[in-house]
């Protein structure tokens, strides 16, 4: 290794490279109308990539998230048929909450043109009810399974944080970290023994309880399961379909 005797640099980013240079031959012209792309410094996390990401067990864990988020039943079918009846799935749903954000919004429409009622607390509440269903489907309409895999390439592979990722998909930060929270769980193997009723409670759930979530699973939306939502979504919102 052969030494130098120290000496400064001619200015601060001398060691920089340069795209207009006499050594890249391309002017300023040119190089306004150049693409530029831009390395992100990867950042230290606090939890390790999952194993799951990098494997072949990529796929099976996102169609059990997609299968679980709009309440298919568990299904050993051929993978080409549980994506097609995600996306059957998927497109209903679409609809129904497409009438849904346009009934909110006409509500928000009509409140606003009475400003002298004190309607601030059903604002707010129809407010998130539209931030909600519009980050709902922004995921359903691009393709659920596309934007899924491009949250988990561009987090764990690209290195990119929540709020990048968010801004190139148009997304929420909250809706990537939930997604990739719950893919974590759907990748997680289920719990034997006891059936937990909620993160804060160790007691199993009741036979209602369980009836309920059946009656779910098998795409019955007017069981008790679901009334105490409905019921709570109408009292934020005023809504009394």
Not at 112 to 120: G, Q, W
Not at 172 to 198: D, E, I
Request: net charge positive; hydrophobic share 40%; charged share 25%.
């Amino acid at each position: 290794m052969s030494w130098h005797p120290p000496h400064f640099d001619s200015h601060q980013f001398a060691h920089r490279p340069h795209a207009v240079s006499a050594e890249s031959r391309i002017s300023y012209e040119d190089f306004r109308t150049m693409h530029v792309d831009t390395a992100v410094v990867r950042r230290e996390r606090r939890l390790e990539t999952p194993a799951w990401v990098a494997g072949n067990a990529l796929r099976e864990v996102i169609v059990r998230y997609l299968e679980r988020r709009l309440y298919l039943p568990p299904s050993t079918a051929p993978m080409q048929e549980r994506l097609d009846a995600i996306q059957r799935r998927a497109e209903s749903v679409a609809a129904e909450k497409q009438a849904r954000l346009e009934s909110y919004m006409r509500q928000y429409a009509a409140l606003v043109k009475e400003p002298e009622a004190d309607n601030a607390t059903r604002l707010r509440g129809i407010e998130r009810q539209i931030v909600t269903l519009d980050g709902d489907l922004a995921l359903l309409q691009r393709g659920l399974a596309a934007t899924i895999c491009a949250i988990v390439y561009l987090f764990h592979r690209a290195a990119w944080d929540g709020s990048q990722i968010a801004e190139h998909l148009g997304l929420k930060q909250q809706h990537v970290r939930q997604v990739l929270f719950r893919l974590n769980r759907a990748a997680s193997p289920p719990a034997k023994g006891l059936c937990k009723g909620n993160k804060f409670s160790a007691r199993p759930r009741s036979p209602e309880v369980r009836a309920a979530i059946s009656a779910r699973l098998k795409g019955n939306t007017n069981g008790r399961g679901n009334r105490g939502k409905r019921h709570f979504a109408q009292e934020v919102t005023g809504d009394s379909r």
